[in-house]
């Protein structure tokens, strides 16, 4: 199966506030990508990820990934700092999925984000 961008975009954080970046109804395998590359040291960034179990049920959270600090520029620090690019797991989801950011602690940064189907 092909994979393709189901969307993706910009999102500039907002502290304390979680920012949808997508809600998807068709079910299918799902992937959120983010670009770290703008965290600084005293940044906290959480990835959310929400799914529905059944038909008609709301959608609940599922799992949150935190990542704290500068995050490695894909050079030599690489090793020491981490990937810059973090990925979701893949998430099979039938009745819908949300993922969203939310940037707890530090300056509000810009992310460049694409959610990636199967």
Known sequence: MAVSENTGGTQT???GTEHVLATITA???YQLVVDTRNMVNGDVLE????????SGESRRLARIDRYGDRQ???AADTAAKGEVVKFSIPYTSVFGIRFALKQTAGTGRSFVWSVWQQ
């Open 72 to 74: 490695g520029d894909g």
């Open 47 to 54: 990835l959310r990820t929400y799914l529905a179990v059944r």
């Open 13 to 15: 954080a907002v502290i």
């Open 27 to 29: 079910a299918g395998v």
